[in-house]
T-cell receptor, first 113, second 110 residues
Framework: EPEVTQTPSHQVTQMGQEVILRCVPISNHLYFYWYRQILGQKVEFLVS????????KSEIFDDQFSVERPDGSNFTLKIRSTKLEDSAMYFC???????????FGPGTRLLVL | DAKTTQPTSMDCAEGRAANLPCNHSTISGNEYVYWYRQIHSQGPQYIIHGLKNNETNEMASLIITEDRKSSTLILPHATLRDTAVYYCIVPMDSNYQLIWGAGTKLIIKP
């Protein structure tokens, strides 16, 4: 069964450093999403992406964040200058069409020291 | 804010049916109800979704009331591995982003 994959599973970084989180969505899917979950809190929407551009973004997704689909398979989330409060689980999701089920990857646990 | 309300937690005995309720009184006519679960901070796992008819798949059944203001997710024979947080979600219209509430923490007891 096709699934969304994410790498790395864990990332530890120093405050102020750049991180890139990688996702491989399900191959025939066209819509891609990033969500995050701070430890003990709710899952929060960050951004949706379609046709090589951002469709929607939340207030969390400020100028420090960017997304890219650098090739036909990867979808990345970049945090330019990490802050302590960026420590969270980051989940990638994809769906075939807009109003279709989103399937999630296993997540990347980011720890900013 | 999430369009749904769920109980904070529930217990169920192993082997019994787990019935998880959800209220979505402001749902509109063309909005689906989705159920996901999250096992111990793993990635959310899709379970089932429905519009107005009851739905069943290999994981669960979804019963939606006729007025569509509430639904119940049924795990017919709960196992210890079904211990998780279960989320009932109505995606936002414009961009289908998922707004997550706190969900129901379901604990399956031996």
């Amino acid at each position: 069964e096709p699934e969304v994959t994410q790498t790395p599973s864990h990332q530890v970084t120093q405050m102020g450093q750049e991180v890139i989180l990688r996702c491989v969505p399900i191959s025939n899917h066209l819509y891609f999403y990033w969500y995050r979950q701070i430890l003990g809190q709710k899952v929060e929407f960050l951004v949706s992406f379609y046709n090589n551009e951002i469709s929607e973004k939340s207030e969390i997704f400020d100028d420090q964040f960017s997304v890219e689909r650098p090739d036909g398979s990867n979808f990345t989330l970049k945090i330019r200058s990490t802050k302590l409060e960026d420590s969270a689980m980051y989940f990638c999701a994809s769906s075939e069409f807009l109003e279709e089920t989103q399937y999630f990857g296993p997540g990347t646990r980011l720890l900013v020291l | 804010d999430a369009k749904t309300t769920q109980p904070t937690s529930m217990d169920c005995a192993e082997g019994r049916a787990a019935n998880l309720p959800c209220n979505h009184s402001t749902i509109s006519g063309n909005e689906y109800v989705y159920w996901y679960r999250q096992i111990h901070s793993q990635g959310p796992q899709y379970i089932i979704h429905g519009l107005k008819n009851n739905e069943t798949n290999e994981m669960a059944s979804l019963i939606i009331t006729e007025d569509r203001k509430s639904s119940t997710l049924i795990l017919p024979h709960a196992t210890l591995r079904d211990t998780a947080v279960y989320y009932c979600i109505v995606p936002m219209d414009s961009n289908y982003q998922l707004i997550w509430g706190a969900g129901t923490k379901l604990i399956i007891k031996p």
